[in-house]
């Protein structure tokens, strides 16, 4: 285990459900990571959390809302999901210290949620 | 922009045979590169990574990857692969500064007993 867990593993939702996605870190590190992975297409980073400050948005649409309470939660909120958001969504976090750059480090990530959206 | 190649989709070996995994990576500056793995179900487990030093990076089970400036290539090896190696690779890169990890898209590995 890497010492980054998320649940749920698996979710189905419908188009009009919410829903939310949560990871925990218990390695003591400072920045937190969503990914989305898709078969065939490269990791999409989507946000990044550094000291619990957002500090990367990749152009995510606003139906995936991040928040970041304290160092060690992160969650993903879902509202009017599409299909093609269907996707294995990865929590990754890292140590790097104040005022560096937060991806310097070796990212460990957490095992996944797998999202259908139907 | 930065972006890291993964040129082949999958990659076949017999047990015991040495086993090479490319990569090939565009950033500008020194490149801060590495690998992971991912296992069926699992999330990117971190293998090896190259930040400076020494062109051969020794990482977790066994495997070793090689920079390569000129040819700016990062081919992740193995010199007798093992079945339980059987998964999904990925490269990832970035440049010096405030950037982000680009990860290639994987190269799904394929040990046969």
């Known amino acids: 285990e890497t010492g980054v867990t998320q649940t749920p593993r698996h979710l189905v939702m419908g188009m009009t459900n919410k829903k939310s996605l949560k990871c925990e870190q218990h390695l003591g590190h400072n920045a937190m990571y969503w990914y989305k992975q898709s078969a065939k297409k490269p990791l999409e980073l989507m946000f990044v959390y550094s000291l619990e400050e957002r500090v990367e948005n990749n152009s995510v649409p606003s139906r995936f809302s991040p928040e970041c309470p304290n160092s060690s939660h992160l969650f993903l909120h879902l509202h009017t999901l599409q299909p093609e958001d269907s996707a294995l969504y990865l929590c990754a976090s890292s140590q790097g210290a104040s005022g560096e750059n937060p991806y310097q480090e070796t990212q460990y990530f957490g095992p996944g949620t797998r999202l259908l959206v139907l | 922009a930065q972006s890291v190649a993964q040129p082949e989709d999958q990659v076949n070996v017999a047990e015991g045979n040495p086993l090479t995994v490319k990569c090939t990576y565009s950033v500008s500056g020194n490149p801060y590169l590495f690998w992971y793995v991912q296992y069926p179900n699992r999330g990117l487990q971190f293998l090896l990574k190259?930040?400076?030093?020494?062109?051969l990076v020794k990482g977790s089970y066994g495997f070793e990857a090689e920079f390569n400036k000129s040819q700016t290539s990062f081919h992740l090896k193995k010199p007798s692969a093992l079945v339980s190696d059987s998964a999904l690779y990925f490269c990832a890169g970035r440049a010096g500064g405030y950037q982000k990890v680009t990860f290639g898209i994987g190269t799904k590995l394929q040990v046969i007993p």
């Open positions: 190259y930040i400076t030093g020494d062109n």
